[in-house]
């Protein structure tokens, strides 16, 4: 059962593992990417900007000194750069956690396209983590660890049905955003039911973060720096939303915590905000059909198969 109790600062020593964590240059995840450097953990902080990077970086180990951070260059809407990031990580030591935050919050006007040729919000914020997760399934699987899916409380609200998952036709930049938080819901819980199937030793999770902004999370230089009307506007808005680092809150918890298990749904307490606990995912997220639909789509869009077979054996050679 899950513990009413849970607060970041009282997270087991993670020390010996290992988490990367998408976007993490500023918002939920540098926030999250903080709280697992608290506990020990070691964390690959990635972002499209390098400066940024450096920043963020700079920042974690202002506010935790001996912090195990490194970072790496990802653009999630970019396939070859998500290769290559994977490459880089599947190099290395097992993975105990991935944390698939990175993503357009504020999409734009009119329809773009990546140079992949994918429309850029479900690039972002879906198709890209499709691909990163199945580049890094061996690693994830020797690390016996967990994905996490960022998800959305809209999905609830405005459940469009991602028959067009690109938009070709009738886009609209809020459209564009709920369908990919729909996606991303469902392609994280549809890996969970794959990965199970398959018997490879991966939990496929996903959180979200409530209704959390900027103007009330504390600042912190190169990371978060409203300005006085910010503050003041988003300050009105405080029954209703929350701070960022506590947005992460969930999404750590889904993480690293021993009761979650894979197939979960975790949210703020009072939907909009509070402390994290299980929540249950909009009825659009969970039907199988639309998943499978999804996922055969991100399969042929990425041409990336995930490799269940060689991440079961992974599992046993352990």
């Given at each position: 059962?899950?513990r009413?109790?849970?607060?970041?600062?009282r997270l087991?020593?993670?020390?010996?593992?290992?988490?990367?964590v998408?976007?993490?240059?500023a918002?939920?995840?540098?926030?999250?990417?903080?709280?697992l450097a608290e506990?020990?953990g070691h964390?690959i902080?990635?972002?499209?900007n390098?400066?940024?990077l450096?920043?963020?970086r700079?920042?974690?180990?202002r506010?935790v000194?001996?912090a195990?951070v490194e970072?790496l260059l990802?653009?999630t809407?970019n396939?070859g750069?998500?290769?290559a990031?994977?490459?880089?990580v599947?190099?290395?030591a097992?993975?105990?956690?991935?944390l698939?935050?990175?993503?357009?919050?504020?999409?734009?006007?009119?329809?773009?396209t990546t140079?992949d040729?994918?429309?850029?919000?479900?690039?972002?914020?879906?198709?890209?983590?499709?691909a990163?997760?199945?580049?890094l399934?061996?690693p994830l699987a020797a690390?016996?660890?967990?994905?996490?899916?960022?998800?959305?409380?809209?999905?609830?609200m405005?459940?469009?049905d991602p028959l067009?998952?690109?938009?070709?036709?009738?886009?609209t930049p809020?459209r564009a955003?709920v369908q990919?938080?729909?996606a991303t819901?469902?392609?994280?819980?549809?890996?969970?039911?794959?990965l199970?199937?398959?018997?490879?030793?991966?939990?496929s999770?996903?959180a979200?973060?409530?209704f959390?902004?900027?103007?009330?999370t504390?600042?912190i230089?190169?990371?978060?720096?409203?300005?006085?009307?910010?503050?003041?506007?988003?300050?009105l808005?405080a029954?209703?939303?929350?701070?960022k680092?506590?947005?992460?809150?969930?999404l750590?918890?889904a993480?690293?915590?021993p009761?979650?298990?894979?197939g979960?749904?975790?949210?703020?307490?009072?939907?909009?905000?509070?402390?994290?606990?299980?929540?249950?995912p909009s009825?659009i997220?969970?039907?199988?059909?639309?998943?499978?639909r999804l996922?055969h789509?991100?399969?042929?869009?990425?041409g990336?198969?995930?490799?269940y077979?060689k991440?079961?054996?992974?599992?046993r050679?352990?």
């Amino acid at each position: 059962m899950a513990r009413d109790d849970w607060h970041p600062d009282r997270l087991a020593d993670l020390e010996g593992r290992r988490y990367l964590v998408t976007g993490s240059t500023a918002g939920l995840g540098f926030f999250a990417s903080l709280q697992l450097a608290e506990a020990r953990g070691h964390v690959i902080m990635t972002g499209r900007n390098p400066n940024r990077l450096a920043s963020a970086r700079a920042a974690v180990r202002r506010l935790v000194p001996d912090a195990s951070v490194e970072t790496l260059l990802l653009d999630t809407s970019n396939l070859g750069s998500v290769r290559a990031a994977a490459a880089t990580v599947r190099g290395r030591a097992g993975l105990h956690g991935l944390l698939l935050n990175a993503g357009i919050v504020h999409p734009p006007k009119h329809r773009e396209t990546t140079p992949d040729g994918h429309e850029v919000v479900f690039a972002t914020n879906a198709l890209g983590h499709y691909a990163l997760a199945g580049e890094l399934l061996l690693p994830l699987a020797a690390g016996r660890g967990r994905m996490v899916w960022v998800g959305s409380m809209s999905t609830s609200m405005w459940p469009y049905d991602p028959l067009d998952p690109e938009l070709e036709n009738g886009y609209t930049p809020w459209r564009a955003y709920v369908q990919s938080k729909v996606a991303t819901a469902a392609l994280g819980l549809e890996a969970d039911r794959r990965l199970r199937a398959a018997g490879v030793p991966i939990a496929s999770l996903v959180a979200h973060p409530g209704f959390s902004i900027g103007g009330r999370t504390r600042g912190i230089v190169g990371i978060n720096e409203p300005s006085l009307a910010k503050r003041f506007t988003d300050n009105l808005q405080a029954p209703i939303t929350q701070s960022k680092e506590r947005g992460a809150w969930s999404l750590v918890r889904a993480l690293v915590d021993p009761d979650a298990q894979g197939g979960d749904f975790w949210g703020p307490s009072r939907i909009v905000h509070g402390a994290p606990r299980l929540a249950t995912p909009s009825k659009i997220t969970r039907d199988p059909e639309i998943a499978a639909r999804l996922w055969h789509y991100c399969e042929h869009a990425t041409g990336l198969p995930w490799p269940y077979l060689k991440a079961s054996r992974a599992r046993r050679r352990r």
